[in-house]
């Protein structure tokens, strides 16, 4: 386990310093990767600011899931989500057999070295934009801050269950980069309260594809309006970990590598 946190480090360490080799290309992109991140939060201030509205819903309140969704990709995205693009480029140019070769798990060196700094952009975004939220909001009660607590992280497991999913993907399609197009149409339902989709689709984003519990379920917590199929979606979370740990494997063994 220490020495798995410290590959994990040294990982993080040695793509820092690469990226720092050239500074203002790093702030540049990360900058970048933060405005990117804030056409969900804009759209939703034009929205409240013609005087429409979510019913049942403060624009506060609908930041505040948005802030948490930023969130969750913004610790994500920069140190286990890069495995996606790891593996698509290293499948393309045929380097993913180093590491096959190595006395590691793979899919633990593929995030180590996927580690991408310029997504430290979505995280500084998705601090301040819940910050801002939690500011223009009641205060909630510490049972609230510890269910949310509870279910932030396992916001953060369905993410990785994402992750090892699109990474999987990238063995067998290789070299397209849609994967991330797939990904953002799917997930995009988390930035929104579940209750404003028609039944079906409320549905199939908590029991299906629990892509709520990344943003929604986890700031209904802690608004103090908890949504009934809370506790099947924490079940069907960790379903969604097993079966993409399961289609990672399966998806390994297809591998052939370069003169495959």
């Known amino acids: ?29 990360a900058f970048i990767m933060l405005i990117s991140e804030f056409f969900g939060p804009l759209l939703t201030y034009l929205i409240y600011s013609n005087e429409s509205s979510i019913p049942g819903w403060s624009m506060y309140e609908v930041l505040l899931i948005q802030g948490i969704f930023l969130l969750a990709k913004g610790i994500s995205f920069p140190f286990f989500f890069g495995m996606v693009w790891n593996v698509l480029e ?38 301040a934009l819940f910050a801002v939220a939690l500011y223009h ?19 953060l497991i369905v993410m990785f269950g994402f992750g090892v999913i699109l990474a999987g993907l990238g063995i067998v399609w290789i ?35 629990p892509v709520a519990m990344l943003g929604f379920i986890p700031a209904s917590a802690l608004l103090g309006k908890p949504t009934e199929n809370t506790l099947y979606a924490i079940i069907i979370s ?8 399961l289609f990672w494997k399966t998806m390994l063994r297809k591998y052939t590598s370069v003169g495959g």
Not at 182 to 203: C, D, E, H, R, V
């Open 1 to 29: 386990m220490i020495s798995a946190i410290r590959m994990h480090l040294q990982g993080i360490k040695t793509a820092l310093a690469v990226r720092m080799a050239y500074r203002a290309d790093f702030f540049i992109s």
């Open 90 to 127: 290293r499948v393309q140019n045929g380097t993913f057999d180093l590491i096959l070769i190595k006395p590691r798990s793979v899919l633990q060196l593929v995030i180590v070295t996927g580690f991408d700094s310029e997504d430290l952009g979505k995280l500084l975004g998705g601090v």
């Open 137 to 155: 909001l009641p205060p909630a009660e510490p049972l609230q801050w510890l269910t949310f607590a509870v279910l932030f992280m396992i916001s």
């Open 175 to 209: 070299g397209n980069y849609r994967v991330y197009e797939i990904f953002s149409s799917i997930t995009n339902f988390g930035m929104y309260p579940a209750p404003i989709f028609p039944k079906l689709l409320q549905t199939i984003i908590t029991s299906v594809i």
């Open 238 to 245: 960790f379903v969604f970990l097993f079966a993409s740990l």
